[in-house]
C-alpha cells in the first residue's frame, strides 16, 4: 500500500503526485489519500479516466480529515460482440425479474429459469454488477438477488454441484464450516419452538443454556466472515468482480448486529418478562434462520463457484495461508490440526 498525505500540498501538486503514484501501483496494489477534506472530484476524474479499472473505499469520512483507500484492478480483457450481446441479454432477464408485477412474476421466473441453468456464475455476478454501475441500488439488487436465488433453488446451474475439490482447499473448509453454521441454525429454530412452548424462564432453564450455547457459537463465526472478507474478497475485487462482494459484506455486518443482539438476550434473560423476552428472541431468531441460510445457499451456489473460476489456481494457496493466519472458529480444516500439533 502506499501512502499519500494531501493536506500539506498545493492543487496542482496534489494532482501530479496523485496521479505518479497511481502509475507505480500494480494490479492489485491500494494507494491510501489523506485529505483535509472530501476528495470527491477525484473520483470523478478516476471514473473518467480509468473507467471500472479502480474500487473506491472510504476509510474515514471527515469531518477533519477523509481518508480514501483506492485499489488498481486487473483491466478485463473487452468482450467480443457476442460476449456482450449475452450479457445484455442476461441483464435483461434480471431486470425483468426485477420488475415484474406480482402476477406476471410465475412466468418471468419460468423463463428465467431455463437460462440461469446454463449461465456461468461468474457471468451472472457481472451482469448484477453492471446493472449496479447502471444505477440499480444494492438494496433493489439484494431483492432482485433473492427473487433469482428462489429461481435458482428450483433449478440450479449444474455447473455449481461440480466443484469438487481436496478438503484443504479454502472453498472446501468455507463450504464445511457452512454445514456446522447451517447445523446450529437448524439447532436455533427449533430452540424457538421449545422456548415458545416451555411459557416460563422456570421451565425454560435448559432451553436458555442452548440459547446461551448457540449464541456463543454464532459470535464465533464471525472468524468464517473475516476470512471470506480479508482473503476471499480482495483477490475477487482485483479481478473486477467488486460489487458482490460489496453486497456480501452488508450481509455480515447486518448478521453480526443480529449475533450480538441474540448473545445480550441470552445474557440478560431475567431482567424482562418471559413474554417480552420471548418477543425479542424470536425475531432476531427468525431474521437468523431465514437470512444467513440464504446467504450461505448463495455462497455455495454462486460466490464461491465464481470465485473458483475467477482466481487463478496459483492464487489459492495464497487465501488459504491467510485463512490459517486469520483462524478457524468452530471447526478447523484437518491438515491444519495436524500441522499444528507436529509443531507443538
Ligand atoms: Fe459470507
Ligand atoms: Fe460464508
Given at each position: 500500500m502506499k501512502e499519500l498525505n494531501?493536506?500539506?500540498?498545493g492543487m496542482e501538486e496534489r494532482h501530479n503526485k496523485i496521479f505518479a503514484a497511481w502509475k507505480e501501483l500494480g494490479e492489485g496494489d491500494v494507494l491510501r489519500i489523506i485529505n483535509d477534506h472530501d476528495p470527491k472530484p477525484l473520483r470523478y476524474m478516476f471514473q473518467a479516466e480509468f473507467n471500472d479499472a479502480f474500487a473506491w473505499e472510504y476509510k474515514q469520512q471527515g469531518p477533519a480529515q477523509w481518508i480514501v483507500e483506492i485499489k488498481k484492478l486487473k483491466r478485463e480483457a473487452p468482450l467480443t460482440p457476442e460476449q456482450k450481446a449475452k450479457r445484455e441479454e442476461l441483464k435483461q432477464i434480471l431486470k425483468k425479474l426485477h420488475e415484474a408485477r406480482p402476477e406476471e412474476l410465475d412466468k418471468v421466473k419460468k423463463g428465467a429459469e431455463r437460462y440461469f441453468r446454463e449461465v456461468a456464475p461468474k457471468e451472472l455476478a457481472m451482469a448484477e454488477q453492471e446493472l449496479i454501475q447502471e444505477g440499480t441500488t444494492r438494496t433493489e439488487m439484494k431483492r432482485l438477488c433473492d427473487v433469482h436465488l428462489e429461481v435458482m433453488k428450483s433449478g440450479l446451474g449444474a455447473k455449481a454441484r461440480r466443484l469438487r475439490l481436496p478438503a484443504s482447499h479454502p472453498i472446501s473448509i468455507c463450504k464445511d464450516e457452512h454445514k456446522i453454521i447451517k447445523r446450529n441454525l437448524r439447532r436455533l429454530k427449533a430452540l424457538l419452538g421449545k422456548l415458545k412452548s416451555a411459557g416460563s424462564f422456570e421451565k425454560a432453564k435448559k432451553q436458555i443454556d442452548t440459547l446461551k450455547e448457540l449464541s456463543h457459537f454464532f459470535l464465533e463465526t464471525e472468524k468464517h466472515h473475516e476470512r471470506e472478507e480479508k482473503a476471499l474478497f480482495p483477490r475477487l475485487e482485483a479481478h473486477g468482480v467488486v460489487e458482490p462482494p460489496q453486497i456480501f459484506k452488508e450481509d455480515h455486518v447486518e448478521f453480526m448486529a443480529k449475533k450480538k443482539v441474540l448473545s445480550e438476550i441470552a445474557m440478560a434473560?431475567?431482567?424482562?418478562?418471559f413474554k417480552e423476552f420471548l418477543d425479542t428472541v424470536g425475531p432476531v431468531i427468525e431474521f437468523l434462520t431465514q437470512n444467513l441460510k440464504d446467504h450461505i445457499y448463495k455462497e455455495d451456489n454462486i460466490l464461491y463457484p465464481m470465485a473458483y473460476e475467477t482466481l487463478e489456481k496459483s492464487e489459492w494457496a495464497g487465501v488459504r495461508k491467510k485463512f490459517d493466519a486469520i483462524g478457524y472458529c468452530c471447526f478447523a480444516p484437518a491438515d491444519f490440526v495436524k500441522e499444528k500439533k507436529r509443531r507443538h
Open positions: 494531501l493536506k500539506p500540498l434473560q431475567g431482567k424482562k418478562s
